[in-house]
């Protein structure tokens, strides 16, 4: 779902909430430690809301192109890696920045269709539980950066 306000004709500012996770394959390659190496391929479910400030450039046509910056929240809902348990993303809850663009397409009535692409920059560690001494180490960096792709219809009041 998506909510935007409009302080002018131009600015406006909008909030993104998924309304499901994403899933994303990720593979851990070998690092020459024996306990670590060979993870595998596993699923990784996370949600990433976002809030943007946006500028339209012609937002008295029929045809409004418009350009975004912000912030993402991202959410990770599952865990990395093997059955056991031994690997995990260490942040639950990162931020970072996002940009985007897109456009509305303005019809009769205040109705519109809104296309638009969002790139959002996330970054956690990954992280083992080494059989030795059971604490938690981190492994990797984690960069997902999702591209967030949405077509809607909408109605401005």
Known sequence: MIY???FSK???????????????DTSIRGSGNAEIDNIGES???????TV??????????TFDPYI??????TRFTSKIGGSNGNYRVSDR???????????DINLQDGWLINADVK???VNTNVETRLVTNNGWYKIDDLDV???????GVGRKF
């Open 10 to 24: 131009n600015l406006a500012i909008e909030l993104a909430i998924p309304t499901g996770s994403t899933s994303h």
């Open 145 to 151: 950066n999702p591209w967030i792709v949405g077509i």
């Open 93 to 103: 809850n990162t931020f970072g920045a996002v940009l985007g663009g897109g456009v």
């Open 68 to 73: 975004g910056a912000g912030l993402n929240y």
């Open 43 to 49: 699923p990784l479910k996370f949600r990433t809301y």
């Open 52 to 61: 943007m400030t946006q500028w339209h450039f012609m937002p008295d046509q």
């Open 4 to 6: 935007s306000y409009y």
């Open 119 to 121: 790139y959002a920059f």
